[in-house]
Every structure is written in C-alpha cells, then in structure tokens.
C-alpha cells in the first residue's frame, strides 16, 4: 500500500514545487500561447515520479 | 506575464530557503547564500561580456542581471540535491558525495535544462546567441552547462564544509567561488564555440 508521512513529503517538498511550477508552465504554454512543450517535460515528469515512488515507503 | 513568473519563482526560491534552513539550520542557509553570491557573479558577467545569451528587460533585477537568473542555480541546484537524496538515499553534506550522487544530480540538471530553456524561449525572457543549436528548443551546450555548474558548486560546497574551523570553511568557499562562477560561463562559452553549438 503507498503510503506518504508527514516527514517525507517535506522532505520533498523542493519537488513538489517543481512539479507545480512545471504544472503552471503547461498550462501558461495552452493558455497564453496556444502550444504545448509538453515532451520537453517528459524527462523532469520522470524524475519526480521516481523520486515519490522510491521515498513512499520510508517514514 | 513576466513578472508573474518572476514573482512565483521568487516566492518558491524563498520557500526552498525556508526547507534548508528547516531541514540543515544555518549550513542551509549559507548553501542557498553561497548559491545566490554565485548566480550573481555568473549572470552578471554574462549580461556586462554579452556572452552565452540575453536577457529581456525584466521587473525585477540583481545587478545588472535578472533577479530570477541569479537565483535559478540555486533553486535548480537544490531541487537536484533534494532529488538525489530521496533517489540514492545518500545524505548531502561536509564530505565529499559519491560518484553516483553527483551523477543523479547531473541528470535531474539536464531534465531542468529541458524545462526551462524553451519555456523561457517561449515567453520571451531569455535568448541564446544566434546560430545556437538546440533539440527541441533546448540548447546542447545547455546538457553541459546545467549538470557542470551543479557538479562543481556541490563539490566545492563539501569541500569547504569539510575545513576544521568557521574561518577556513569560510575561505574555503568564499575565495574560489567567484573563479567558478566566471569561470563557468567563460568555460562553457568556450566549449559552445569550440564545438560550434
């Protein structure tokens, strides 16, 4: 079962901005610009899954 | 538009301040001080020499460079240590990181580069010199010039930690960090050139 503790999120939460900051940078892209960059965000996307997914279990 | 993004970038890089200080007390925040001291140094030097790339006139500014380019390399930075930590499980400090730690914070810089540089293309906030060939919109010499800058500060920051009293941590950090700063953004301009990128 995934489970996230208090402790560990805040750990990462540097991370967790960044996937907000890059949610809003998508979202500027579609909306202010009428495109998407969104294969260029692949690579960070991946980055930030693997970190939760390798920290889920501790705490 | 710009000065919203500068602003959220601002407000997040204090927050990021706020998680080391948190987490690591004053050795936090002397890392984050250490990091704008070079963002600093480094982009202005790129905006007085003209090298590497511009900048449009933005609202908020640190010298004669963008605020939000001075403090990018350490919110980048941070996030890719913070990163490398939860990844490898290795706990950044006074002494020197592993082969491997460094090697993840240089790819989560290279997943960075690959954020950032066409959104900024996009939006106008920045430009690389003319003829600099990219990958979808993202510069090759950027997959140097991220993971470089990272590798070296991280590993000049441990080193200084490592000194036996405040004095010479101090020194330690404080005398080479302008030679990597400038040093850096000559460096890179040079491989840009040499390699025709």
């Known amino acids: 079962m995934v489970r996230f503790s208090t402790t560990h999120t805040f750990k990462v939460l540097p991370l967790v901005l960044l996937g907000i900051m890059a949610t809003l940078g998508l979202v500027i892209e579609a909306v202010r610009y009428g495109t998407l960059l969104w294969a260029t965000k692949i690579p960070l996307a991946v980055l930030l899954a693997v970190a939760f997914f390798r920290t889920r279990r501790e705490g | 538009m710009h000065l919203f993004i500068e602003t959220l970038t601002l407000l997040f890089f204090l927050g990021f301040v706020a998680h080391a200080v948190i987490l690591r007390g004053a050795a936090g925040a002397g890392f984050f001080g250490a990091m704008l001291l070079m963002g600093f140094l480094r982009e202005n030097f790129v905006v007085l020499r003209d090298i590497l790339y511009g900048f449009a006139p933005l609202h908020l500014m640190f010298g004669r460079a963008p605020l939000i380019a001075s403090i990018i390399w350490g919110y980048s930075i941070y996030a890719a240590m913070v990163w490398a930590e939860a990844v490898s499980g290795e706990r950044y400090g006074d002494r020197r990181p592993s ?8 790819v989560f810089m290279i997943a960075l580069a690959c954020f950032y540089e066409p959104f900024l293309a996009l939006i106008g906030m920045a430009r690389w010199q003319a ?22 500060f991280l590993l000049l920051w441990s080193w200084a930690m490592g000194r036996d009293s405040r004095l010479k941590r101090i020194a330690a950090l404080l005398i080479p960090l302008p030679f990597l700063a400038i040093g850096h953004a000559l460096g890179l301009q040079a491989v840009k050139s040499a390699l025709d990128w």
Do not use: H
């Not at chain 2, 600099?132 to 070296?152: K, N």
């Open chain 2, 99 to 106: 082969g491997r730690f460094l090697a993840l914070v240089a």
């Open chain 2, 131 to 152: 003829g600099t060939r990219a990958v979808l919109g993202v510069p090759l010499i950027t997959w140097i010039g991220y993971p470089s800058l990272a590798v070296l």
